[in-house]
């Protein structure tokens, strides 16, 4: 009896794994705007959920209206500083997903992020494509970032994972499942991040809010300096509609 207990719990054990062992096809995140509407997971990550990841707050209510500010974070360019600015005038609170470069370079920054009460979260320490890592080598990145922020801020970093450049397979998810990472992905997002072409702030204000739908997780990149422009006008119309900003930690 015992050996055929034995038998069944490893059998079970197996196909517990195999879905993480054996599917390594990899795609990039991305969504289908559905103006106010929650847009749906696409079809080749319908894994994502499964497995400890987020892209949505799906338990958010017309009672209890939700947004989460994150934002991606590798170095400054002085607006990083102006995000942290409007942040504190508006008594609001994000996520910063950070490199180990903005420890390192940056370090009164990351200080600020956390003093002010924001959740500062694993991007990585060098911005590597994740999918293309062993176990040890994806663990070495995030372990490293980890000990980068705790050397600093003595306290650890919050498990929260965001994969650079949004490239995800189910291998990798569930590499930072094992090492107890919610993988956070977006709702929304824009293209901000090219300092050279950057986008009208009038035009991205309302392209944001004809988009903003509850739950939504709306990646900005902090060295946008249109982000820094508007991102005051978004927190008080949005809070005009009713919407509180959700900390990472409610979507576990």
């Known amino acids: 009896m015992i050996k055929i207990k034995t038998t069944i719990c490893a059998a079970a054990l197996s196909l517990l794994l195999l879905p993480c062992a054996s599917h390594a096809e990899v795609n990039g995140w991305y969504f289908t705007r559905s103006g106010n ?33 994150t934002f991606d974070a590798g170095y400054e360019n002085g607006n990083i500083e102006k995000i942290l600015d409007v942040l504190a005038e508006k008594d609001a609170h994000g996520t910063f997903f950070i490199l180990e470069n903005m420890v390192k370079r940056e370090s009164e920054l ?29 663990k070495e990145e995030l372990d490293r970032m980890d000990a980068s922020y705790k050397e600093l801020t003595g306290d650890p970093i919050a498990r929260f994972y965001r994969p650079p450049e949004g490239k995800l397979s189910l291998e990798s998810i569930c590499f930072a499942e094992r090492m107890g990472y919610k993988t956070v992905m977006w709702s929304f997002a824009y293209a901000d991040w090219d300092n050279e072409k950057q986008p009208d ?30 991102l005051g006008r978004l927190i008080d119309t949005w809070r005009e509609a009713g919407y509180r900003f959700a900390s990472v930690d409610e979507l576990a």
């Open 110 to 138: 990351v200080m600020r992020m956390k003093n002010e009460g924001h959740t500062v979260a694993n991007h990585s320490a060098s911005h590597p494509d994740m999918t293309k890592l062993s176990e040890e080598e994806f």
């Open 201 to 230: 702030p009038d035009a991205s204000f309302e392209k944001i809010m004809s988009n903003t739908h509850n739950g939504m997780i709306i990646l900005l990149h902090p060295t946008s300096a249109t982000n820094a422009a508007i």
């Open 37 to 69: 509407k929650v847009p749906p997971c696409p079809a080749e990550f319908g894994w994502l959920e499964e497995h400890g990841g987020y892209y949505v707050d799906r338990t958010a209510t017309d009672q209890d209206k939700r947004i989460y500010l």
